[in-house]
């Protein structure tokens, strides 16, 4: 069956711009997760969704910073008035339910450059 | 606070075994993950503790001690394909995983 998917694989912006990036979980997961991993880093929990709400946003880092999720499927992430230290992948993730966080499936990420 | 501490890099050569240690610190552990990530590749999941003891997975098999607080991942019979980057998680209230910083594991032949 379909793996997670993500899109844009890529995205450069300028500085100040907003961008929105969208996940597609596997179907029939429950739980979503948004993850930000730096070069070289681990995974930076953003954010996580069990069906349409969010129970958990305090990873988000700032206020530029949101998700929404709709029919339990679709999620985008949205950072408005990007800066440099915005540029990372940008990794979703979803899983079976949210009280089995422990097996996550990962989509390919989307790398966010911001000039 | 929440927080795991892996080595941050790891070589050895073609046959060899590997052990990644992971110590945790956190409040309502349910239990620590393994996922392997292979440069610019998405994070895969390798196995999961959610008792004390050790668990088989082919050639991959990790343990967990949380009298210890004290995991580890290990990775026998090694290949060049496991030259990737293992990241332990532990999951704790809230249902989410927080991450290790991650073992960059080089296999060399």
């Known amino acids: 069956g379909a793996g997670v998917s993500q899109s844009p694989s890529n995205k450069v912006t300028e500085k100040g711009k907003d961008v929105e990036l969208r996940c597609d979980p596997i179907s029939g997961h429950t739980a979503l997760y948004w993850y930000r991993q730096r070069l070289g880093q681990g995974l930076e929990f953003l954010i996580y969704f069990q069906g349409n709400s969010a129970p958990d946003k305090s990873g988000l880092p700032s206020d530029r910073f949101s998700a929404e999720r709709t029919g339990e499927s679709v999620s985008t992430l949205t950072i408005q008035r990007t800066q440099q230290e915005d540029s990372a992948v940008y990794l979703c993730?979803?899983?079976?339910?949210?009280?089995?966080?422990?097996?996550?499936?990962f989509g390919p990420g989307t790398r966010l450059t911001v000039t | 606070g929440q927080s795991l501490e892996q080595p941050s890099e790891v070589t050895a050569v073609e046959g060899a075994i590997v052990q990644i240690n992971c110590t945790y610190q956190?409040?309502?552990?349910?239990?620590l993950s393994w996922y392997q990530q292979h440069d610019g590749g998405a994070p895969t999941f390798l196995s999961y503790n959610g008792l004390d003891g050790l668990e088989e997975t082919g050639r991959f098999s990790s343990f967990l001690s949380r009298s210890d607080s004290y995991g580890y991942l290990l990775l026998q019979e090694l290949q060049m394909k496991d030259s990737a980057s293992y990241f332990c998680?532990?999951?704790?209230?809230?249902?989410?995983?927080?991450f290790g910083g991650g073992t960059r594991v080089l296999v060399k032949p």
């Open positions: 956190t409040s309502g552990f349910y239990g």
């Open positions: 993730a979803s899983s079976l339910e949210a009280s089995a966080p422990y097996e996550q499936y």
């Open positions: 998680a532990h999951t704790a209230a809230g249902n989410k995983l927080t």
